[in-house]
């Protein structure tokens, strides 16, 4: 859609509008002219003095478009897992069958849990294993 406005400077200015943008603003319950107003915002086409000056103050306080000062970075909170009690309690009795168990006249040496909740290591002669414990999520329905 062609659309035809007077810019600050007092000339006239004709500019065409996707439809998209249209069909976006009927989407959003938005008159034509609030969409046009929109658009025209927007594509920098019209200023308008309240966002002007509260852009300027934002930028005189150092502050970037996510609420925080330039220059500082988001703090990332570090994941935290519940103890799963039954993941612990598997690998301890596999880790006690692997200490008692015999491969053609090999025994395991060095057997270790290195995660509590997951891995057990070993060595059986010159060979190293690890076992991996790993539960499975429940379906979705």
Do not use: C, W
Request: charged residues 40%.
């Amino acid at each position: 859609m062609k659309h035809t406005f007077i810019t600050a400077e007092g000339t006239e200015k004709t500019i065409n509008i996707p439809d998209e943008v249209l069909m976006q603003g009927r989407k959003e319950r938005l008159s034509v002219k609030e969409t046009i107003e929109r658009f025209l915002s927007d594509e920098g086409y019209v200023v308008d003095p309240m966002v002007e000056e509260l852009t300027e103050k934002a930028k005189a306080n150092g502050m970037n478009t996510a609420g925080r000062a330039q220059g500082e970075k988001k703090k990332r909170k570090a994941p935290t897992r519940k103890p799963d009690y039954t993941k612990r309690a598997i690998i301890g009795i596999i880790a006690d069958v692997v200490k008692e168990m015999r491969v053609s006249d090999l025994t395991p040496h060095d057997v270790e849990v290195t995660n509590i909740e997951r891995v057990i290591s070993f060595s059986l002669g010159d060979d190293k294993y690890e076992l991996t414990l790993s539960k499975k999520r429940k379906p979705k329905k």
